[in-house]
């Protein structure tokens, strides 16, 4: 406990809170931009209700897991963090699994594989690793609560437009007795609408005259 | 009750008796295993051209070719149990998981490492074998643990943990046995075992595994068709997006847009097979 | 690759110690919250399935729902079991009585994972292998049954309820649980397909086809209407539409046939499979003898008022409180037994 104080020194400056909460959104978007955590994005976005579950659940796992090791990263020996981490996330997916049952049983029957298999999420280990394993809580927390947002509001844009472009309805609710595009609550359509949203976000960079970050990608 | 039959279509099934005589149709009674007070009707029993002892049984009822049924002789007090043979459903499970239920463009998981390793068809392939042979193992391992530690203490809220622990050692595991024993081997493949840990997939095996609460053969199919299925999906996007990286693209949909308009794609293509029985 | 450092007895100890104290850190945070939220998510599920049997079946919160769970016992001579609410009953494959065990006072609130512990326990090689739900008036008189069945759809195994009238025509299908394909196969989970069932007798089942026309808009219109409302209502609403069902096949959903098909030899099925066994359950009940179904006196009858302490009295429903007068010659009234599962709340 005694070799890293809190007040390391070659702790950075954290950036300023807007920042944290903010970049999630759009220059460093989850799923948009980092191409990370794809699969619930793909799997449960065909309406917006499950979007909303499942973004929440990851929220949660993101800023309890980043808390946890703001106030813990002390005591964490430097040689064992990486499997440390992953015990922690997975007590907190678990804790968000069981919670979820509780609570919500009939979308937890639809999505709760997933909920599981947030513990895999490249995202939130690597938040772990690049943030909240050299900042003190506040900012770790905020920046968890940035990047969880930004997937949240991900997952909820991409099961809008699939639920009313695929089922003619929002929250279940119906809008028109029709289904104007089966197609996109497909299997297939969440490949599309992922792809297409990317390169809509290009085309806004490339309107402001951002340069193009081609490729992207975990790896 | 050893196995001493199978199914032929719809109306048929084909049952080797112990004894020798032809059994009328009122001395059998035929049920599926699960309701065995319910007797299917039975239209004719004949003996089978150029086989000794071995009966076809002609059903009004319908049959279900992959079901399992069970024939009670009374005259002799005998049971046979008439099922699938063992080969043919590791196998249907094996094309189900890989093809059906394809679980990267049906079931969406592995996206990350799909998109992410799948530019190169070198490495599509690398990371397919690895992949297949790491995810078959933890599969067993983990039905093994979950089957005679997790299920008998009732510690199935610890699956989460438990499962991701022995994914854990088991890639650090390959990764030290392969380092010692062959170093060109683990230059070519290494880095694909440490990726391994980031697929979901290798996690949603035991998760799912553990969920239907399946049997050894079940298990194992599912363990080695998902990583088969995986392994195909690599290899055909890579192929497909080496070809599109010489097309000429619109600017904005450069890079990962265009893999995952080629995903869709392939998800639709493979949309076909959902409905295939083997 | 360079080789790390070598690591000292020192270090090594401390990095145990670090692992090991997080799991079980890790084990006793996740232990504590399964107790937390078990008996909820168990409450819920059951909560879950007990509201969808009483909308099945129209029963307001006075009524009770009685889970009867069947069983095969595997051998050389194999046995169905039914556990009813006094005991558990085995027959064998014909569906004559072979014996009854009375269920012990230890296990009167004990719950289905419980009863069938102690059942495989008392009879080794025997497993649940399905159930169905009866549904009562508060003043005794059967409403209809609910039977659980599966059949393998497009893709894997489709799960539903069929809920039946006491003289087994349909009320109502609700599919609980399937994978089909969504937009093609899943629609099949609409009122415009499973209502398609409502109203048949169980002798026209038989005679039910699957067809690819199109739904007709005349007919469509009567099966939408099934939709949120209670039975009697519909029936009473479209009886004269209703009057020649027997000539109406099932329209299959558009796009998806062998779905459509699979659910429609589920549902005929389930039906036969409960005829049969209804059969079996009455039989024993008045001493061999065939009783009408619309009998009041099934053998597995639980009246509100002989549910004892698992009855919630509820401030709505004042007439609870009093024991109500059970209906002549019902065996089973008298004991003490709780329903199987599924009470109502």
């Known amino acids: ?219 | 009750m050893s196995r001493s039959g199978a199914v032929i279509d719809a109306h048929h099934l084909e049952v080797t008796l112990v004894g020798p005589g032809l059994p009328s149709v009122a001395d059998l009674r035929l049920t599926t295993t699960g309701d065995p007070d319910i007797p299917l009707e039975i239209a004719e029993v004949l003996f089978a051209p150029e086989k000794t002892n071995t009966v076809i049984v002609t059903t009004a009822t319908t049959l279900d070719t992959k079901g399992s049924y069970q024939l009670f002789h009374q005259a002799t007090g005998q049971w046979y149990a008439i099922a699938p043979s063992l080969i043919g459903i590791v196998i249907s499970l094996l094309l189900a998981a890989a093809l059906v239920q394809n679980f990267v463009f049906t079931r969406y998981l592995g996206l990350c490492v799909f998109f992410g390793v799948s530019r190169k068809r070198d490495t599509a392939i690398g990371m397919g074998v690895t992949f297949t042979i790491v995810g078959f193992c933890s599969g067993l391992l983990a039905w093994v643990l979950d089957r005679y530690v997790l299920r008998p203490l009732s510690l199935h809220f610890l699956e989460i943990i438990v499962f991701i622990g022995v994914v854990a050692c088991l890639v650090q595991m390959t990764d030290t046995i392969m380092k010692k024993l062959h170093r060109t081997l683990h230059k070519k493949f290494g880095i694909y075992v440490v990726l391994i840990t980031t697929n979901c997939i290798i996690l949603a095996v035991p998760l799912l595994n553990a969920m239907n609460a399946s049997g050894f053969w079940e298990s194992l199919a599912l363990a080695l068709g998902s990583g088969l299925g995986f392994a195909l999906a690599l290899f055909l996007m890579s192929c497909a997006r080496e070809r599109a990286d010489l097309a000429p693209v619109p600017l904005i949909f450069r890079g990962l847009p265009i893999a995952f308009i080629l995903a869709g794609l392939f998800a639709l293509a493979f949309l076909g097979f959902s409905g295939l029985q083997v | 690759m360079t080789t790390p450092p070598a690591v000292t007895w020192r270090e090594m100890w401390r990095i145990t110690l670090s692992l090991a104290v997080t799991c079980v850190i890790a084990g006793s945070v996740l232990g504590l919250c399964f107790t937390l939220t078990e008996p909820t998510i168990q409450s819920h599920h059951l909560e879950e399935e007990a509201r969808m049997v009483r909308q099945l079946l129209d029963l307001d919160a006075t009524a009770s729902i009685v889970q009867v769970r069947r069983y095969v016992e595997e051998g050389t001579s194999p046995r169905v079991g039914y556990l009813l609410p006094d005991g558990y009953h085995r027959y064998d494959l014909e569906g004559r009585p072979v014996d009854a065990t009375a269920r012990p006072e230890t296990l009167a609130t004990a719950s289905v994972a419980d009863l069938d512990q102690w059942i495989a326990l008392t009879f080794p090689g025997t497993h649940a292998v399905g159930r169905f739900f009866a549904g009562y008036h508060a003043d005794g008189a059967l409403a209809g049954y609910v039977t659980e069945a599966s059949q393998y759809g497009f893709k894997s195994h489709i799960r539903f309820f069929v809920a039946l009238t006491p003289a087994l025509a349909i009320r109502g299908v609700e599919v609980i649980a399937h994978e089909e394909d969504p937009g093609l196969g899943a629609e099949m989970t609409k009122p415009f397909f499973k209502h398609q069932f409502a109203g048949r007798s169980r002798e026209s089942l038989a005679r039910l086809a699957v067809t690819k026309d199109p739904l007709p808009s005349a007919r469509r219109a009567v099966v939408v209407a099934r939709e949120g409302i209670p039975y009697a209502a519909w029936q009473a609403a479209y009886g004269a539409a209703l009057g020649a069902l027997d000539r109406q096949p099932i329209y299959a959903v558009t796009g998806a046939t062998i779905s459509s098909r699979a659910l429609t030899d589920g549902v005929k099925q389930a039906v036969a499979h409960l005829h049969h066994r209804l059969q079996v359950v009455h039989m024993t009940a008045i001493g061999g003898a065939h009783v009408p179904f619309g009998s009041a006196c099934g053998y597995f009858l639980v009246h509100p008022a002989s549910l004892g302490p698992r009855t919630r009295s509820s401030p709505l429903t004042p007439q609870r409180a009093k024991p109500l007068e059970p209906p002549p010659q019902r065996r089973c009234a008298a004991g003490p037994w709780g329903p199987t599962e599924v009470s109502d709340e």
Request: with cysteine; glycine share 10%; hydrophobic share 55%.
């Open chain 1, 1 to 219: 406990m005694s070799n890293a104080p809190a007040t390391a020194p070659r702790q950075m400056p954290a950036p300023p809170t807007r920042t944290l909460l903010w970049r999630g959104f759009f220059a460093e978007n989850p799923v948009f931009r980092l191409a990370l955590s794809l699969c619930p994005a793909v799997a449960v976005t065909n309406s917006v209700k499950n979007g909303l579950m499942m973004g929440g659940a990851v929220l949660a796992v993101q800023v309890l897991s980043s808390m946890t090791v703001a106030l813990t990263r002390a005591g964490i020996h430097d040689k064992v963090r990486i499997p440390i981490y992953t015990i922690i996330i997975a007590v907190w997916v678990s804790v968000i699994d069981m919670l979820c049952a509780a609570v919500a049983p009939v979308v937890y029957a639809e999505i709760g594989l997933y909920i599981k298999l947030i513990v895999a999420f490249a995202i939130i280990i690597s938040r772990l690793e690049v943030f909240a394993s050299k900042y003190s809580l506040i900012p770790s927390t905020m920046d968890g609560v940035g990047m969880g947002l930004g997937f949240t509001f991900a997952m909820v844009l991409i099961g809008a437009l699939r639920e009313v472009l695929g089922n003619g309805s929002v929250w279940g609710i119906p809008l028109v007795d029709a289904q104007p595009f089966l197609l996109l609550i497909l299997p297939a359509g969440g490949f599309f609408t992922i792809g297409l949203l990317m390169a809509a976000m290009n085309w806004i960079d490339v309107r402001r005259g951002n340069p193009l970050s081609t490729g992207g990608g975990c790896h």
